[in-house]
């Protein structure tokens, strides 16, 4: 049976409801591309939990819209953030549908990877084991780019998404990272997430 | 009255079909960003006309696509294909929904500024003038990004769209461009395609 959690209304603003979904529907698509283009079930899976998000997102924001309308003035100006979000909503269903493709094993035909492989991120999927030397580190201390040309540009918290984090982001253990680079760089950070790499090189 | 045109199968190749119809979508999610942050018509007006095209496109797949699966193998193969094909669609829609918020003049609320803000490209639609000095030019042989800053992105020649044109590629007269740069060069290249700058500076 599909898991459907009630979403009860909460107050947030409306701006930052509006910039995470924008924020996380383009990120969906080119971890569904990298999806289809790795045959990555872990990524799709990370694309499944975001669109699952992106839908009480939705929910969220058309509930607060309401809210924050007290007029037919109100109304009328909010109306088209509440198309933006629904356009968000309708990206983030279409990388979804091309997650789906890996989970349902239905098979990704060559052309379909040809038609990916021009994709500038080759993005990936790493979580952080509790004894890995990065749980605990600020991402700026790490230097990651500096070290292996790796980029975090996502950081799943249990249900929470951090996108683009900020320098002084601290990771934990049990984050999943969403990380871009190239593929020795991003076998090094795997490593060391999983704890069989105990040092960062310099 | 809605115009629809009645789609007629014609033998396309299925991966330069799939590759077309991402690349147009993925430009269409920028353009509509661009539309709404300038409240551009002029742009909005070429994501509904590629709009319109992706559904030609994906008709013609769906098409090749049953013509070319011969038996049950080639089904299971080709079905992951379609579904990315669909995927492609739905982004196409949900760009076409955001240009329609500046189509309708439903006002763009600050707050879908302040969410596309951050895009990086910043893009423009350029329609080339007969008397322009940039008809009948090699896009290379123009040195555009040296010159003032500005690249061009795709060109639609009538009804045909040219994404990520070669170097090599002749502008032609009634071409309209897409281009990506900074104001100032965009504002020269809009003077030289409205011919109202007739050299090119050095």
Redesign the interface.
């Known amino acids: 049976m599909v898991r459907v959690e009630r979403v009860r209304y909460k107050p947030v603003g409306?701006?930052d409801l509006?910039?995470e979904m924008?924020d996380l529907s383009?990120l969906m698509?080119d971890l569904?591309y990298s999806a289809?283009l790795f045959d990555s079930p872990a990524l799709a899976e990370e694309v499944m939990e975001m669109e699952r998000h992106i839908d009480t997102l939705t929910y969220l924001l058309n509930m607060n819209v309401m809210v924050a309308a007290r007029d037919a003035d109100d109304a009328?100006?909010?109306?088209?953030?509440t198309?933006?979000a629904?356009?968000?909503d309708?990206?983030s269903?279409?990388?979804a549908?091309?997650a789906?493709?890996v989970l349902q094993r239905?098979?990704?035909?060559p052309?379909?990877r040809?038609?990916?492989e021009n994709v500038e991120e080759h993005l990936t999927r790493i979580g952080v084991k509790p004894d890995s030397v990065l749980a605990g580190k600020q991402l700026g201390e790490l230097e990651l780019a500096a070290r292996m040309g790796v980029d975090v540009i996502a950081i799943r918290r249990g249900k929470k998404w951090i996108i683009d984090p900020e320098e002084n982001e601290t990771i934990e253990k049990a984050d999943v990272l969403i990380v871009r680079g190239a593929p020795q760089g991003i076998e090094e950070i795997e490593g060391i997430a999983e704890g069989t790499i105990r040092e960062l090189e310099d």
């Open positions: 409306v701006r509006l910039i924008k383009e698509i569904a289809a009328e100006s909010l109306v088209g953030v198309k933006v629904r356009a968000a309708k990206i269903d279409a990388a549908d091309i789906a493709i239905i098979g990704i035909h052309i379909i040809e038609a990916f």
